[in-house]
């Protein structure tokens, strides 16, 4: 803890996993299973999407885990298409990883804020639950001030909190919900909904997968911090994985003990899904204890957040796509004004109108992941003899089934989100400018202080 001015290589497998859990497993749990019920409202599409999507996370993991391991930095996807396609793809996927990842700590502040106004009802209101978001971002913001030792206390503990809270909500489900489950069998068998078939169901399949996608991102959390595990070569293969099957099993038990507790059409269209189940459980106590355990979830994805959004922007700096003062590191191991500005950036989103942005940058998730694939195809072919201490097995089979899923996906959301993607497109064909602007002013030289170099 004291080298003073670079990143601390301090973290190991169990803060990648508690990372990836922290921003996986977060409000999606909570809309999702309803959002997919209303499109497949039969139990077998309804998982099955869902294992479908973990299938996809697998296959992609052995490239995320080559990757992450051959380019230990910090700062995420951004590292690998710098390396393999160069500054401008790189650029892309930066900065849009870097917006989306403040959006999206401003948006869990506002889930957290709005969960919290139902046991402190002096939060309820707009403007006060907007002003208590704007509290909890600067206060973790403080948090990891101090050092990365802090932020990575704070997200083991939080995750590891949510861990064993969802899987006693299981364990509970399971030996408390035999009368629910036998009235959830019986209506099923007395009424149900119907499945679309022909190209309304292919319609239905492929937006459910996309949502599942989008839901369990986040699962290759630990290459936001490459340049501060201990041992990259070793760890980040395995927290890569360990994430995985963590987000998965947590993911997949979550949504088999609501098709065990709840009927299919009450779980279609359905907001709060797992509120419900609780109810079931526990009576009057369910909903209060849902809304306990999704306020500790929503923490543990607001710190990774910041941490994530914190690095990225830091990094980019480094390879000066972005202003060489904000590389400054302190003695804890935190990139200050990347985090000063980050945290800057979340608050100003909590105080406007974010939601735009957000699903505009949807769009680059999905093509974040198609170059990064890409990029394993083209570091493979241009840099063959180089060491790698970690190589994706089933190479070049598990890489280009990610790589086709993640392009299919992208014509996928071309073709059915006719509102966001084509300003999308359009927000890309500004963002070239933006990058030789960036990288100019960027590389400026500085000049000496006090006449000396």
């Excluded at 996993?17 to 999702?32: D, K, L, P, R």
């Amino acid at each position: 803890m004291h080298n003073r001015g670079r990143l601390l290589r301090v973290l190991g497998v169990w803060f990648g996993i508690s990372a990836a859990i922290g921003n996986a497993i977060a409000a999606g749990i909570v809309y999702t299973p309803g959002q997919i019920g209303q499109s497949l409202p039969n139990p077998w599409y309804f998982i099955g999407v869902w294992i479908i999507g973990g299938f996809y996370a697998l296959v992609g993991a052995p490239s995320m885990a080559e990757l992450g391991a051959l380019i230990p930095r910090s700062g995420g996807q951004y590292n690998f298409s710098r390396r393999a396609l160069g500054e401008y793809p790189g650029f892309i996927v930066g900065w849009s990883d870097w917006l989306s990842t403040c959006g999206t700590a401003a948006s869990v502040s506002l889930v957290i804020s709005e969960y919290a106004s139902y046991f402190f009802p002096v939060f309820a209101g707009e403007n006060r639950m907007r002003a208590l978001s704007v509290a909890i971002i600067a206060g973790f913001g403080l948090l990891q001030w101090s050092g990365i030792q802090w932020g990575k206390s704070a997200q083991l503990y939080s995750a590891g909190l949510k861990t064993a809270a969802f899987l006693l909500l299981v364990i509970a489900c399971l030996i408390r919900g035999g009368a629910a489950h036998a009235q959830a069998v019986q209506t099923n068998l007395s009424s149900s909904l119907a499945l679309p078939s022909g190209w309304p169901l292919a319609v239905a399949l492929l937006l459910s997968l996309q949502a599942v996608i989008y839901t369990i991102d986040g699962w290759d959390g630990v290459i936001y911090f490459g340049g501060e595990v201990s041992n990259p070569g070793r760890d980040v293969p395995r927290a890569i994985f360990g994430s995985v099957f963590s987000v998965m099993g947590i993911y997949l038990l979550l949504n088999l003990v609501s098709l065990y507790i709840l009927p299919m059409k009450e779980i279609a269209g359905n907001t709060f899904v797992l509120g419900t189940v609780a109810n079931r459980i526990f009576g009057s106590l369910g909903d209060p204890i849902i809304r306990s355990i999704m306020i500790v979830s929503m923490l543990s994805c607001l710190n990774a957040n910041q941490l994530f959004c914190t690095r990225t922007l830091y990094i980019m700096s480094t390879d000066r796509l972005f202003f060489r003062p904000f590389t400054r590191v302190n003695s804890g191991g935190t990139p200050t004004l990347s985090l000063l500005l980050s945290t800057i950036v979340g608050i100003l989103f909590v105080l406007g109108t974010f939601k735009r942005v957000i699903a505009m940058l949807s769009f680059f998730f999905v093509a974040n992941y198609t170059l990064s694939y890409l990029s394993h195809f083209v570091l493979r072919f241009r840099e063959p003899d180089v060491e790698r201490p970690y190589k994706a097995w089933g190479y070049p089979f598990t890489t280009g089934l990610a790589l086709f899923g993640s392009v299919a996906f992208l014509i996928g959301s071309i073709a059915t989100d006719r509102e966001n993607v084509p300003l999308a497109l359009g927000l890309l064909v500004l963002s070239y400018p933006v990058f030789l602007a960036l990288r100019w002013a960027s590389n400026r030289p500085t000049k000496p202080v006090g006449g000396t170099a």
